[in-house]
């Protein structure tokens, strides 16, 4: 497969496509990257994890803080969910923080408080996947490990011009036979993050600068014209859609309610604002358990919030001067908070957004 697959961009060996990616990594990669300095296990492990799903740029700001107020493994493991999925608030896939936190806790548990420096051990970690175990092995460790995060994928697609959705077994199969097939045996860290922004700075989703990337003269796409046809893109369907009412209840303190999310769901263990799935189960919902001035109700403006597998169509309500009829003793019953307590708490970016910016 090694020859193969270096005969297909066109070099002689694996070792060629190392060495033209590094030199221009040398001169035009990402050198400053906060978890480059230092290049410790816990802090590239919270990187890979950030950037699942998350664009650099996004990350940066709440990698700083998370690091600023959670410094290492251990404190990471010591640390309070909420004081988690506070830090992680706004960045959003929440089971990132969740799976994060159970792995910071294992660690210290199984592995004698140290991110464990063994494939299996690693991979077998909550929200640590083949490519995340291959990423962190290779920039903390040195190890000789392959990585097909998105940007990786979508590069060796087009070089190698293969066809077909990268979710597809075959296809992914293929995939990681050439990453781990193009290799180098030396400077892996160096070599992983090359791949890396050889994807998110040249070759990306649209517009890609193939006239600045090292490999045009051998990428099958670019010969071929199929640039912007690879990598295939997934079978679409219709996103599925959920409405729903919130609840922006403040009390006479100007405390706002709100509530811990329980059970399964994409929020699970954030703090929300109240929810009904429309305005006559938000009616009966306030007329057993609130009392207020229904002068003092107003609609906000509509919005959208797009999920990967769903969207939500959110109608919020604010409501002053709210005050409970009496304790609700239900599972996820409202806390009262005030405003100053919100900026430390874990809530989902809609609600933020509404809270924080909404006049």
């Given at each position: ?54 664009q650099v740029a996004t990350a940066l ?116 036979a050439a990453a781990e097939a193009l290799l180098p045996e030396t ?173």
């Amino acid at each position: 497969m090694k020859t193969a697959a270096a005969n297909v961009i066109g070099l002689a060996t694996p070792a060629d496509f190392a060495v033209r990616l590094l030199d221009w990594f040398d001169r035009h990669g990402r050198h400053d990257l906060p978890w480059q300095h230092p290049r410790s296990p816990y802090r590239v492990w919270l990187a890979e994890i950030m950037l699942q799903q998350t664009q650099v740029a996004t990350a940066l700001p709440y990698f700083e803080r998370f690091v600023k107020a959670l410094p290492d493994l251990s404190a990471l493991a010591e640390a309070s969910e909420d004081e988690v999925l506070g830090l992680w608030s706004g960045l959003g896939y929440y089971t990132r923080a969740r799976n994060l936190h159970r792995a910071a806790r294992l660690c210290v548990e199984l592995h004698d408080g140290k991110l464990p420096d063994d494939f299996e051990a690693l991979s077998a970690l909550p929200g640590i996947g083949r490519s995340t175990a291959g990423a962190i092995l290779a920039q903390a460790y040195g190890k000789r490990f392959a990585i097909l995060d998105g940007n990786v994928k979508r590069s060796l697609t087009r070089m190698l011009g293969i066809a077909g959705w990268p979710g597809e077994t075959a296809v992914t199969r293929q995939l990681w036979a050439a990453a781990e097939a193009l290799l180098p045996e030396t400077r892996l860290a160096d070599y992983t993050q090359a791949m890396m922004d050889l994807g998110a700075t040249l070759c990306t989703r649209s517009r890609p600068a193939c006239n600045r990337c090292p490999f045009r003269t051998d990428c099958v796409a670019l010969r071929d014209a199929s640039v912007s046809q690879l990598p295939t893109r997934k079978p679409g369907r219709a996103l599925p859609s959920r409405a729903v009412v919130m609840l922006w209840l403040e009390n006479s303190a100007g405390q706002i309610a709100l509530q811990r999310r329980e059970g399964p769901g994409v929020w699970q263990g954030l703090w929300s604002l109240p929810e009904a799935p429309d305005h006559n189960d938000a009616e009966r919902w306030l007329a057993r358990h609130m009392q207020f001035d229904p002068a003092l109700a107003r609609a906000l403006p509509a919005f959208v919030h797009v999920f990967s597998h769903y969207r939500l169509d959110v109608q919020p309500l604010h409501i002053r001067g709210v005050e409970p009829l009496s304790a609700i003793a239900e599972i996820g019953a409202p806390r009262w908070f005030e405003r100053a307590e919100l900026a430390s708490l874990g809530l989902p970016a809609p609600v933020r957004r509404l809270l924080f910016h909404s006049q």
